[in-house]
């Protein structure tokens, strides 16, 4: 079974990022590093509430009020 250790810290001089963990000293770990950039899904957002005029259809209301 893995444990998995969330933490957040910040890329220092030399490119490095240092953590400290609750794990001994020659422990295997594998490190997945993900970059917290600006990408907010405003793109995405934007899209799914344009695709919503499709569903403001008075004839389709009709239909499904009816059924």
């Known amino acids: 079974m893995e444990t998995v250790y969330r933490s957040a810290?910040?890329?220092g001089d030399?490119?490095?990022l240092e953590l400290e963990v609750p794990l001994a000293a020659g422990t295997k770990v594998e490190v997945l590093?993900?970059?917290s950039g600006h990408d907010d899904?405003?793109?995405l957002t934007s899209l799914a509430n344009s695709?919503?005029?499709f569903w403001?259809?008075?004839m389709d209301d009709e239909d499904w009020n009816n059924a």
């Open 56 to 58: 403001d259809n008075p």
């Open 41 to 43: 899904f405003s793109d």
């Open 14 to 16: 030399g490119r490095k």
């Open 9 to 11: 810290g910040i890329i």
């Open 33 to 35: 590093v993900l970059s």
């Open 51 to 53: 695709s919503l005029d």
